[in-house]
């Protein structure tokens, strides 16, 4: 009996010792998740930090995925909400970010946000800061300076774009590129940024500094929102290249059922940071959309440009041959002249005298017509003044012999339509400028 009680004795204390040592064991891998998460999530120490925040998001995205195929969730929250203005099938909003640069405001990305919802397709359409635009009234100024020379306002940036792009623009959102930073702040603390090349700037307005490489790269908010903001003189197209390049990734993360359903609150709560006069509402249902473009749907594209040199400096000017072949492919409208609209009248320099487009926009009048280009012709060699209509409809016709009647010059041409900029072209020929 001794001897049996003394075997199961035995037994028991080895197996209790077996216990202790599979639980000395479990203790090391959950002492080093305990290290892992004090020094990571608590202290946020690096690189330590770096990994926490990557474990975390792959946890995150592993739950959201696990919801999303719960066959009992509502499918309201994946319809984006609405933002096309009543009564269209089109929506245009003019997305545009400032700096604080050189003691003035600076306009330094500026985007057209163009959607169809007719065959779910969108265009994001960039206009290079360094653009020479003829501003009807104004003259030739670069789009940078727009906001500064209207005084902090976006309504001589709106006529521009409108007249550039010969569109009528339903929304703007004017925002800082801290307004930026806060945003992207609040939506994660890092960003893995696919680089595509060196860059290596100080900026002040941000009082931040990259020196990055290309590749995938860590930036925090303050350093993306630089990294999308600024560019250095003649650089504008590769900062342009930066923001094409970070949007495919931004908006597929922001697809994500959680995310994408949290858009709608985290505008409400977010939106006035921004100068816009779109609602919280319509701002998320323009980013719900664009996330939900598939890849062959959205579009991201340059206005075309040509360089040119002005004031001792090289910027770009708009590619008059190729905009209006450009603007039928890529900007979505369903526009229909009303009636009594101003007819649209575009006036090109066709005899080199300087100052002669607003000379001729100062002798129309402007209830009845609305100046959308005013820029130089193909040559300055044109002798005769032509006013070339694109429609034959009588109220075309009228609007061509009152123009024509104004500038007691030129005659009028009938030419097929393509471009959507003007229902009438003037170019200004010598017969003009030597009266």
């Known amino acids: 009996m001794q001897e049996y009680v003394g075997y199961r004795t035995k037994k028991r204390m080895s197996q209790k010792k077996k216990k202790r040592k599979v639980l000395r064991w479990l203790l090391i891998p959950v002492a080093l998740i305990l290290i892992f998460v004090i020094l990571g999530a608590v202290a946020r120490v690096s690189p330590v930090s770096k990994w926490w925040d990557k474990t975390a998001d792959g946890f995150t995205w592993f739950g959201r995925k696990v919801k999303a195929s719960w066959p009992w969730k509502s499918t309201a929250e994946l319809k984006p909400a609405k933002f096309i203005p009543e009564g269209k099938k089109t929506a245009n909003y003019l997305l545009a970010f400032t700096k604080q640069m050189e003691g003035g405001t600076q306009l330094t990305t500026l985007v057209l946000a163009s959607y169809d919802s007719r065959d779910d397709s969108g265009s994001l359409i960039y206009l290079p800061n360094d653009l020479l635009v003829n501003l009807p009234g104004v003259g030739q100024d670069l789009v940078s300076n727009l906001i500064e020379l209207d005084e902090g306002r976006i309504s ?145 594209v340059t206005v075309p440009v040509k360089k040119f040199r002005f004031e001792k400096t090289v910027v770009h000017t708009t590619d008059t041959e190729k905009l209006p072949g450009f603007i039928k492919k890529y900007v979505k409208t369903d526009y229909q002249k009303p009636a009594g609209a101003r007819t649209r009248v575009e006036i090109l320099n066709g005899n080199g005298v300087p100052g002669i487009g607003q000379k001729v926009a100062s002798q129309l009048d402007l209830g009845a017509f609305q ?60 017969d003009y400028a030597s009266k």
């Open 156 to 300: 001589l940036t709106l006529v521009m774009a409108q007249n550039l792009l010969g569109v009528d623009i339903d929304r703007y959102i004017m925002g800082t590129d801290r307004d930026l930073s806060i945003v992207f702040g609040k939506i994660q603390k890092e960003y893995t940024v696919d680089v595509p090349g060196k860059e290596s700037f100080r900026d002040p307005s941000m009082n931040a500094s990259l020196n990055i490489d290309a590749g995938e790269q860590e930036m925090d908010p303050r350093e993306l929102a630089s990294y999308l903001t600024y560019s250095e003189p003649g650089k504008t197209l590769d900062l342009i290249k930066r923001q094409s390049g970070f949007v495919p990734p931004f908006l597929e993360k922001s697809r994500h059922p959680d995310m994408f359903k949290d858009i709608v609150d985290f505008m409400k709560k977010e939106a006035n940071l921004f100068d816009s006069d779109a609602s919280s509402t319509e701002i998320a249902g323009l980013w719900q959309s664009f996330a939900l473009l598939k890849e062959n749907k959205l579009q991201q």
């Open 371 to 430: 100046i959308v280009n005013s820029a130089n012709a193909d040559n300055f060699d044109h002798p005769e003044t032509v006013i070339i209509i694109y429609g034959n409809d009588k109220d075309t016709v009228s609007a061509a012999e009152k123009i024509k009647n104004e500038l007691e010059v030129g005659r009028i041409e009938s030419h097929p339509k393509n471009q959507d900029i003007a229902d009438i072209t003037i170019i200004v020929g010598k």
